[in-house]
T-cell receptor
Framework: ETGVTQTPRHLVMGMTNKKSLKCEQH?????MYWYKQSAKKPLELMFV???????ENNSVPSRFSPECPNSSHLFLHLHTLQPEDSALYLC????????????????FGEGSRLTVL | AQRVTQPEKLLSVFKGAPVELKCNYS??????LFWYVQYSRQRLQLLLR?????SIKGFTADLNKGETSFHLKKPFAQEEDSAMYYC???????????WGAGTKLIIKP
């Protein structure tokens, strides 16, 4: 399979549950991202990883915990979420995060639609 | 502060009419601007970047540094152009994109 794949596509969870979102990229990219997409709001960058090291954490609550075991996989672990966390969570990858390699082109997955009850 | 503004949440035009999706930015450095598109039930994808100076699917966008704008234009809209369009700016200090809120384009038959 090519591109960026996210699972599950839909997730419904209670506020006390623990779940994880998974992202896999088959593009040979070195950078991966988690974004939150809420209705009528700009895309919110949550986490950025470059070569498996976290390089950005935009003041995201600790109930969201990322994990990047290798350059092809990215997880977002969820626990004790709030209803306002309901959104579409997008994973993306890019070739590099460097002056030489960052082209501004991100490759997105189809997203995981999260509903917190 | 660095910012991308798309003033129209929704734009509706008839098929065959010209389309202009507005994007204004605020950035202290030398900007690189992009347009991304998300068709219904499809993933967000790059449409065009100003540095390429290319036309994609009939769309063009010119960077106007004087007006700090990067409007997306197409002379004759087609129904398949209906989608969400996002303008984004590349922050060359940390190699990330700053996004506008998006404009939903509806092309009426």
């Amino acid at each position: 399979e090519t591109g960026v794949t996210q699972t599950p596509r839909h997730l419904v969870m209670g506020m006390t549950n623990k779940k994880s979102l998974k992202c896999e990229q088959h593009l040979g990219h070195n950078a991966m991202y988690w974004y939150k997409q809420s209705a009528k709001k700009p895309l919110e960058l949550m986490f950025v990883y470059s070569l498996e090291e976290r390089v950005e954490n935009n003041s995201v609550p600790s109930r969201f915990s990322p994990e990047c075991p290798n350059s092809s996989h990215l997880f977002l672990h969820l626990h004790t979420l709030q209803p306002e966390d309901s959104a579409l969570y997008l994973c993306a990858s890019s070739q590099e995060l460097s002056p030489k390699g960052f082209t501004g082109e991100l490759f997105f997955g189809e997203g995981s639609r999260l509903t917190v009850l | 502060a660095q910012r991308v503004t798309q003033p129209e949440k929704l734009l509706s035009v008839f098929k065959g009419a010209p389309v202009e999706l507005k994007c204004n930015y605020s950035y202290s450095g030398s900007p690189e601007l992009f347009w991304y598109v998300q068709y219904s039930r499809q993933r967000l994808q790059l449409l065009l970047r100003h540095i390429s100076r290319e036309s994609i699917k009939g769309f063009t966008a010119d960077l106007n540094k004087g007006e700090t704008s990067f409007h997306l234009k197409k002379p004759f809209a087609q129904e398949e152009d209906s989608a969400m369009y996002y303008c984004a700016l590349s922050d060359d200090s940390n190699y990330q994109l700053i996004w506008g809120a998006g404009t939903k384009l509806i092309i009426k038959p």
